[in-house]
């Protein structure tokens, strides 16, 4: 399984972003991890393919909203109203099935200025 995930970039904050992840083949979920530097990663969304549930680490419920086009296997974040600790390495990871190793993708930069 190969996942690639793109869309970083320099915004001001108040901005929008929008990251993609694109994965070689259907899997169980897709879940967007975030690590700023000197901090830990933290997991910041996720979507299964299949059912559509979600999750949002609290940090950003509200403000990010995460969805899939299960046809083209590809998965999106959309970051409105970026803070300045937002700041970070973007990276998509995924299950094949529940509970099972996550494949991961390489990071993208996400980075707010103040």
């Known amino acids: 399984v190969q996942l690639q995930a793109s869309g970083g970039g320099l915004v001001q904050a108040g901005e929008s972003l929008r990251l993609s992840c694109v994965v070689s083949?259907?899997?169980?979920?897709i879940s967007w991890f975030r690590q700023a530097p000197g901090k830990d990663r933290e997991l910041v969304a996720a979507?299964?393919?299949?059912?559509?549930?979600?999750y949002y680490s609290d940090s950003v419920k509200g403000r990010f909203t995460v969805s899939r086009d299960n046809a083209k296997n590809t998965v999106y974040l959309l970051m409105n109203s970026l803070k300045p600790e937002d700041t970070a390495v973007y990276y998509c990871?995924?299950?094949?099935?529940?509970?099972?190793?996550?494949?991961w993708g390489q990071g993208t930069q996400v980075t707010v200025s103040s």
């Open positions: 979507i299964e393919f299949t059912g559509g549930s979600t």
């Open positions: 083949r259907r899997t169980y979920d």
């Open positions: 990871a995924s299950e094949v099935e529940a509970g099972s190793d996550d494949y």
